[in-house]
């Protein structure tokens, strides 16, 4: 099984989210027990910077994602590190 702080996951839908978030084998991971997994639509520019890492795209990403991994590892399941841009 996934064992991480953290679980990333780029994904092309809100379906695409919902149904792994609701699938059974996920919710028994612990982090999706305790909301240390981030979903980025493939839509946001988060996601594209990610992907590309680039020497520009890179510092975009940063700036972006170190709020949502603080918000995913504080301990609070409800902090909202999922959403956003």
């Not at 699938?23 to 982090?31: A, E, S, T």
């Not at 890492?53 to 909202?80: I, M, N, Q």
Request: charged share 20%; glycine share 6%.
């Amino acid at each position: 099984m996934l064992d991480t702080d953290v679980l990333i996951w780029i994904v092309n839908s809100r379906k695409a989210s919902d149904a792994l978030r609701e699938n059974q084998i996920y919710q028994q991971l612990d982090v999706a027990k305790q909301g240390r997994d981030i979903f980025l639509d493939v839509n946001e520019s988060l996601a594209g910077a990610l992907s590309f890492s680039t020497v520009l795209s890179l510092p975009f990403a940063l700036d972006r994602l170190v709020p949502k991994l603080a918000a995913a590892l504080d301990g609070d399941p409800e902090t909202g590190a999922t959403s956003g841009s």
